[in-house]
């Protein structure tokens, strides 16, 4: 008589079974419920990272996976790195920040699995994972969830592939926050910073300016005589924008102030430097009236005002700035005033 392997699955007895049908028969009731509430659930919002680690709790409870785990792409690195993740200890969570993987590596990994599925063989463990994609077909991240004892079905294929939905439109909608909030900065005639934009990057450099112990500067920059320029303003506007980008440093910030007056922040920059570019920006506004091929030159005022260190605040500097500026319009234009 032939000995038994130990490891062998035996046969499960009908009580067995019976268990195992039930089980699976609430399973498959509780991802249908789970089918209809998302996809009667109405629009997205809220934090970006606190939605998706909602959808994966969501999604680890009704599908009974061991480990689900929402992975966005970094914009930076291009890497995958954990946004939200269930069933996952802090170890094994700072692992996966600390080994990144590349899209690109984890597409050439999948391999095909019933019901149109797509798996990750990692050992004995086995993932099922549904991108997420861009308007063009790259991936922004991907939701990985361990199968674990869960059958691989159409309705499980289902399941995930309706949290991956909703993974990808809240990525999309936190995109286009992203965006809006910079057009909410910007000024669309010149294409430069706002006054908001401007105040919060000064904000901003004054923080770190009390920190590192080195002032910023910053220049309010008006056209002298608008009324006398008010047939090519437009054209003026666009061409000061243009000199102030191309005059300025990499880390330097430009901004629009008002209907023909700029603003200029040096970060780390003495008052002696920050001359140094207030006189070269008068010199190059002087050319633009030739340039455009214009009567007479075009001059702007410029007052400069620097971080005086600690409680300098960003309204007390662009006040300084201002006022510069005004004293300079005062005494004819065409030249800089310091504070």
């Not at 914009?75 to 993987?101: I, K």
């Not at 095909?112 to 997420?132: F, I, K, M, S, Y």
């Not at 608008?226 to 300025?248: E, F, I, K």
């Amino acid at each position: 008589m032939p000995e038994t392997d130990p490891t062998e699955v035996q046969p499960r007895t009908p009580a067995e079974r019976r268990a195992a049908l039930r089980s699976r028969s609430a399973r498959r009731g509780r991802l249908l419920r789970a089918l209809l509430e998302l996809s009667a659930a109405g629009p997205l919002g809220g934090d970006l990272e606190a939605e998706l680690q909602r959808v994966a709790e969501r999604l680890a409870q009704v599908g009974g996976f061991p480990r689900v785990v929402v992975f966005l792409v970094d914009g930076a690195s291009g890497e995958l790195w954990p946004a939200a993740a269930v069933g996952v200890t802090a170890d094994q969570l700072q692992a996966l920040r600390n080994e990144p993987e590349s899209p690109h590596v984890v597409r050439s990994r999948l391999q095909a699995a019933p019901v149109g599925l797509r798996t990750l063989q990692d050992e004995a463990q086995e993932t099922l994972v549904v991108p997420l994609r861009d308007t063009d077909g790259s991936w922004t991240g991907m939701v990985a969830a361990d199968l674990g004892e869960v059958e691989a079905d159409a309705l499980t294929a289902a399941a995930v592939e309706l949290v991956a939905d909703r993974a990808e439109a809240q990525v999309v909608r936190a995109q286009l926050d992203d965006v809006l909030s910079r057009l909410a900065l910007i000024d669309f005639e010149t294409g430069l910073a706002n006054r908001q934009g401007l105040e919060d990057a000064l904000g901003r450099e004054l923080v770190r300016a009390e920190r590192n112990g080195r002032p910023c500067a910053l220049m309010a920059i008006r056209l002298d005589g608008p009324d006398r320029l008010a047939s090519r303003r437009g054209a003026l506007l666009l061409a000061v924008a243009a000199t102030l980008r191309s005059r300025l440093r990499r880390g330097d910030f430009a901004a629009r102030l008002g209907d023909t007056s700029f603003a200029v922040l040096l970060p780390e920059t003495l008052e002696a430097a920050a001359r140094v570019v207030a006189e070269d920006l008068l010199r190059r506004v002087r050319s633009l009236g030739t340039t455009l091929g214009d009567e007479g030159s075009a001059t702007v005022s410029v007052g400069l005002a620097c971080s005086s260190g600690r409680g300098s605040t960003a309204s007390g500097v662009l006040e300084d700035a201002t006022g510069a500026l005004d004293r300079a319009a005062a005494a004819g234009g065409d030249r800089v005033v310091y504070v």
